[in-house]
């Protein structure tokens, strides 16, 4: 049995605290058995790895859709089919804060329909406000937040593939007639590559945003692990920092803490025309779907701000702008910085639940 290298064990016992997240009883001794079996088999191997962790880390069949929704999203999509039945319908049992902080579950006393109350708790906790939550209802949150999906629609680029269909690729079809000695047998075709449309996510963690940072940051995580190649992600305040690096690594809260780290600006005041100015000079927005994550209290010039606005919507293919207080009833756009920019705004939406967030997901997906 081969040693598995330290970066490869911290990034396997991350995946076993994502488990033990969503309530698999992935514990140490688990955590350990999995580490054996997958140096055995070799972490190198997908498929390999797969089985490694779902034969030693899951406890009943209940486990199963959990591991394959955890796998899946921990490691990027990557799972080997399975031939395997489908599995029976889950029974959602495991624990869930409810609104009034006690634990949830089957109350002892009405063994009528616990799946019902359970599923209605897990409802209400998608629309209440993150700022609102309890310390293990934001956790719970997170913990959805980091099974999200970010896939997005392939947009056609300018590069050319090999195709079966297409326009005729003349240096191909000539370099294969040369092969067969000037003969040509097969005429070759190319077409346009189609690639995920780049998302570059803008996040406000100044002061006013505290209360929402933390979460807005994790949905950049989920939606960076699903389109690694194609997001890029910024917060704002009184610098512009970039956080892609960061947000890379699989274990959201590793992610976390690495993006803390590299944000000098915690809790700071904003000055969002001029740090967007920063980022138009960068050229990321060209082409991409922008979105901006801030309550709009612009402490520098509004002015600047919605020149800068202006310029973005003619570089960037979409922008959106997410306020969290949006949300709210009665809620009006009456800060310089939202008036500033309202009117170069493809979406303006609200970002203070996860239905919210998962709202968000979807425009992204189809932008």
């Known amino acids: 049995m081969s040693e598995i290298p330290g970066r490869v064990v911290a990034t396997l016992t991350g995946f076993a605290r994502t488990l033990r997240a969503a309530g698999v009883p992935a514990d140490h001794e688990r955590t350990q058995n999995m580490l054996r079996a997958a140096a055995a088999l070799g972490v190198a191997d997908p498929h390999g790895l797969y089985w490694a962790g779902r034969l030693t880390l899951c406890a009943s069949p209940d486990d199963l859709p959990r591991y394959d929704r955890c796998f899946t999203a921990y490691f990027g999509g990557l799972r080997p089919g399975a031939s395997r039945a489908a599995p029976p319908a889950m029974t959602v049992t495991r624990h869930l804060t409810t609104l009034d902080g006690d634990r949830g579950g089957p109350d002892p006393r009405d063994p009528g329909e616990p799946q019902a109350v359970a599923a209605s708790d897990a409802e209400r906790l998608r629309h209440r406000d993150v700022a609102a939550l309890t310390a293990a209802e934001r956790a719970e949150i997170h913990r959805m937040l980091a099974l999200l999906a970010g896939e997005r629609e392939r947009r056609r680029s300018r590069r050319f593939a090999p195709a079966h269909r297409g326009v005729l690729d003349e240096r191909r079809t000539i370099r294969e007639g040369l092969r067969r000695g000037g003969e040509i047998a097969l005429l070759r075709r190319r077409a346009h590559r189609r690639r995920p449309r780049a998302v570059v996510l803008l996040i406000d963690v100044s002061g006013s945003m505290s209360s929402y940072a933390d979460t807005l940051l994790r949905f950049a995580h989920a939606m960076a692990r699903s389109e690694p190649r194609a997001t890029e992600v910024f917060s704002v305040g009184t610098r512009l920092t970039r956080l892609t690096p960061e947000l890379r690594h699989r274990d ?72 969290p207080h949006k949300g709210h009833e ?3 756009p009456l800060t310089a910085g939202m008036r500033a920019a309202l009117p170069y705004l493809d979406d303006f939406v609200a970002g203070h639940s996860l239905a919210a967030f998962q709202d968000l997901a979807g425009r992204l997906g189809h932008a």
Do not use: C
Not at 257 to 272: F, K, Q, V
Not at 297 to 316: C, T, V
């Open 330 to 332: 009665g809620y009006e």
């Open 252 to 323: 959201p809260d590793l992610a976390m803490t690495a993006a803390s780290a590299a944000i000098p600006d915690w809790s700071g005041g904003t000055r969002l025309g001029e740090e967007l100015k920063e980022f138009l000079a960068s050229h990321r927005a060209r082409g991409a779907t922008v979105v901006i994550a801030s309550d709009g209290w612009e402490r520098g010039d509004a002015a600047l701000l919605g020149a800068q606005m202006a310029r973005l919507s003619r570089l960037a293919h979409r922008v959106i702008w997410v306020n």
